[in-house]
Structure formats: structure tokens, C-alpha cells
């Protein structure tokens, strides 16, 4: 990319702390290196190293929207505060072109003995502002804020999410080239969040954003590439949707331990059984379906204990014509194999859009939870799901599947499976929402009184 390209650029960037046991040995390293230099022996080191941030490079383009995941502690919080310039590197270096706002710890940037009013002006000049600048937009900001005569009060008085608003009506209107959001968002109310969340989608169209969260299915919605940090350094670069994968398994792994150990997979199932016939479907609503079975190229994970074999969707009438039409009867059914004996075993699946957003889905939990069904090694069993065919906006959507041993609180996911089908929509006529709906009634009246 050439250098016009280039909002950020990070380059082999690390960063050093110094963890001293006690004040004394802070002192000892104030004053004994120097005379150990001076008397010819080597200096000796009373403090500890810790890397929060250890040769970290990549580049993010004008209008990219980047999202950073990673557990706390992985050097999320000092690679922004990096980039935004409140921290120096011990090495390396940071490109930025732009202005900068950034949203990081709640409360960072303002005076809490000054009220929101001066809050305003302080935090506005500091991202470069002029008083002029801030008077013509200060009602703006206010009015964006909507904490009332409360902007009059000094901000200690404050609630965290009064600190959010005024915090982010600020950035929201100092013309920034460069949004950073640190986790922020999720102090906020409904109602505010929307807000912040439509000013995000419209900063989107030219801005670029970097946004840091722990929900990787946010990451996926609003981002077109991910960073995942590990223990400081950048462990996977790469589309949001596989950042996003490839943490989730990594996470689950932690959580289980030694107890089973996750395998990455993708390409072709040694176990997958895949149904070569297509299910086309057109419905009556005007849409156009085909849905696709992507068990051989689907990624994931899997244990060794359980696999999936098999996932499929037909139709519950009699007609044995392929085609689907909306709002009718179907059957999900998701078949596995065991090949360790599983207690308490759950079948499920989720359907996603091309955001990763989940938009609906279930597993059998419930039911072995009021029968439980035991599984012998070798035996195969299935998941049956009967349900009304939903009306989806054009697009693609990936129905994710997953075969588990155990219960709500603690459980095993053996093998996971992010697109084993794959389902593209395409149809003339609008449908508002997430998810259409087969309206019975909807119609205009005039009321004569």
C-alpha cells in the first residue's frame, strides 16, 4: 500500500515496564547502576521486565474499520493508548494521518472538579479544537449528551454512563479522521447505545475505526478485519470472521484445560457425510433460496470424542418437491457419531448472518436435561429441530452446528462446525428487519369520528 493508503501504521512496536518488589529497590535502580558503570563492573537490574507489548507490526487503510480482541492483561488498552500518543514506546515506532478522538477508560481525559461544561471545552481543545470551534458546536454536544442540568456538575458526581455520554458526545463532533473505542459502549443504556452505535455506522462511511470489545459477535458486525493479541504480541491477522473463530476456540480452550484438547480444523471431514444434492427453494414471497451443504469445507474445531456428521434441511409436507416456500414446516437435523462415551450429550445449531450476527437456533438441552440419553462409543444419534421456515433479507447466511457433552454450567463443545450449510437469499420484494414475517393484515384505515 502506498503511504497516502495508511491511516496507521505500527511498527515493531514494544513496550517496557519496570515492576519493582519494593521502593527500595526503586531507589537501589536510581543510583547503584550508575556506580557499578563508574567502578567498572557490570550494572545490576532491581526491577522485574514486563512486556505489555513485544514487536508488534501492521498497517490499517484509510476507512478501515479494524477490530482488536484479545483477554485482558494481552496489551489491548496499551497499544491504543499508544496510538493515541498518551504512552511512548521503549521501541518502535507509530505512524498516524489524521486526527485522532479516542474513547478509551471512562473518565480519561476530564478533570473530575470540573463540571461537564468545562469538561467539554478541556477535553475538545485537547483533541485540537479551537475555542471558536467548541462554542458553535457546544449545544451540539449537549444535546448529544443528554444528561440535562447535570452538564452544570462537577463530573465526580457523575454515574458511568453520564461519563459515556459526555464523553463520546465529544468525540462525536471534533471531526476526527480516526475513532478509537475501548470497550466503552457496554456501561451505556439501550437508548444511548443506539446512538453512539448510528453515529459508528455513519463515522463508518469515511472514517476509520478501531474498535477493541470481548464480544467477537459485535467485532464481526462492525469490522472488516481483526487483531488478536496474546500476552502482547499479535497472534492472527486477518479477516474479522476468522480473528473472531479462531479466539473463540482458543478461549473455550482455556476454559476446558487438559480436560480435552480443541483441533483445529477446516477443509475436508474425515467424518462428514455430505448429502450432494442440493436444496433448491423458491418461495411464494418472492424470494429465491439455495441452500448449500459445506460439511467438507467447513472450519472449526473438534476433540476426537464426537463428530458431526451430517446436517440437513427438508421440508415437513408431503410434497415431495424441493422447492421451499415461506413460513412453512422444516426440519434441521443434525447427526453426529460418538467415539468416547458421552453422558449428557447436546445436539444444536445457529444461524448466522454474514455479520455473524445470530438470528436464531436451538439445541437439544432441554430435553436431556428431563431424559437423559447416554451415548456408547460408536453409536450414532441425531438432533431434530421442526420449525416454521423464517423470510431473511437477501443475502448469505451459515447455519453453525455442534455436538457437546454435559450441561448448561459445564459443558464440552466436542466438535463445532461455524458453516456446515450455506443459504443465499435472493428476492424482489423489501423485507424490514433481521427476520420478515408472514403479516396476516396490513392494511390502512381512516378513523370517521
Known amino acids: 500500500m502506498s503511504s497516502d493508503e495508511i491511516a496507521i501504521r505500527v511498527s515493531n512496536l514494544s513496550k517496557r515496564y519496570e515492576i519493582y518488589d519494593t521502593p527500595r529497590d526503586r531507589l537501589k535502580q ?131 454512563g453520564m461519563y459515556l455520554r459526555l464523553a463520546f458526545a465529544v468525540i462525536a463532533h471534533v471531526d476526527a479522521d480516526i475513532l478509537v473505542v475501548d470497550e466503552a459502549l457496554a456501561v451505556g443504556d439501550a437508548v444511548f447505545t443506539q446512538k453512539c452505535m448510528r453515529f459508528i455506522r455513519k463515522f463508518q462511511e469515511n472514517g476509520t475505526l478501531i474498535f477493541v470489545s470481548h464480544d467477537t459477535a459485535s467485532v464481526q458486525n462492525l469490522c472488516r478485519s481483526g487483531i488478536w493479541l496474546k500476552h502482547g504480541r499479535v497472534e492472527q491477522l486477518g479477516t474479522a470472521k476468522a480473528v473472531s473463530e479462531a479466539y473463540l476456540q482458543y478461549t473455550l480452550q482455556e476454559i476446558y484445560g487438559a480436560e480435552s484438547k480443541l483441533k483445529s480444523i477446516g477443509g475436508q471431514s474425515d467424518a462428514a457425510e455430505v448429502d450432494d444434492a442440493p436444496l433448491a427453494v423458491a418461495s411464494s414471497y418472492g424470494a429465491q433460496a439455495s441452500v448449500q451443504n459445506n460439511l467438507s469445507d467447513a472450519n472449526g474445531w473438534r476433540t476426537g470424542d464426537a463428530d458431526i456428521i451430517s446436517v440437513k434441511l427438508t421440508r415437513l409436507s408431503d410434497n415431495s418437491d424441493v422447492v421451499f ?42 430435553f436431556t436435561g428431563l431424559r437423559p440419553t447416554p451415548i456408547a462409543a460408536g453409536e450414532v444419534f441425531e438432533g431434530i429441530f421442526e420449525f416454521r421456515l423464517p423470510m431473511l433479507p437477501n443475502g448469505q447466511y451459515a447455519v453453525m452446528a455442534s455436538v457437546a457433552d454435559g450441561d448448561l454450567q459445564n459443558h464440552i463443545q466436542h466438535h463445532w462446525l461455524h458453516d456446515a450449510l450455506i443459504v443465499n437469499i435472493s428476492s424482489s420484494k423489501i423485507r424490514y428487519g433481521l427476520v420478515g414475517l408472514p403479516f396476516t393484515r396490513a392494511e390502512l384505515e381512516v378513523i370517521h369520528e
Open 30 to 160: 536510581f543510583i547503584l547502576p550508575r556506580t557499578q558503570r563508574l567502578s567498572g563492573r557490570k550494572p545490576r537490574q532491581y526491577f522485574r521486565e514486563f512486556w505489555a507489548l513485544n514487536d508488534v507490526s501492521f498497517e490499517i487503510r484509510r476507512g478501515e474499520t479494524v477490530g482488536v480482541i484479545g483477554r485482558n492483561g494481552s496489551g489491548k488498552s496499551t497499544l491504543l493508548q499508544m496510538i493515541c500518543g498518551t504512552l511512548t514506546p521503549t521501541s518502535g515506532s507509530i505512524e498516524t494521518r489524521g486526527r485522532i478522538a479516542a474513547l478509551l477508560e471512562l473518565g480519561s481525559g476530564f478533570n473530575p472538579e470540573f463540571t461537564g461544561r468545562e469538561n467539554i471545552y478541556l477535553n475538545a481543545s485537547v483533541l485540537g479544537l479551537t475555542i471558536e470551534e467548541i462554542d458553535a458546536r457546544y449545544d451540539d454536544i449537549v444535546a448529544f449528551a443528554d444528561i440535562g442540568q447535570f452538564v452544570e456538575q462537577p463530573v465526580k458526581t457523575y454515574s458511568s
Open 325 to 366: 416456500e415461506g413460513d412453512e414446516p422444516v426440519r434441521m437435523t443434525v447427526r453426529a457419531k460418538a467415539y468416547q462415551p458421552l453422558e449428557r450429550p447436546i445436539l444444536g445449531f445457529l444461524v448466522r448472518d454474514r455479520l455473524g450476527q445470530d438470528l436464531f437456533g436451538e439445541n437439544t438441552l432441554h
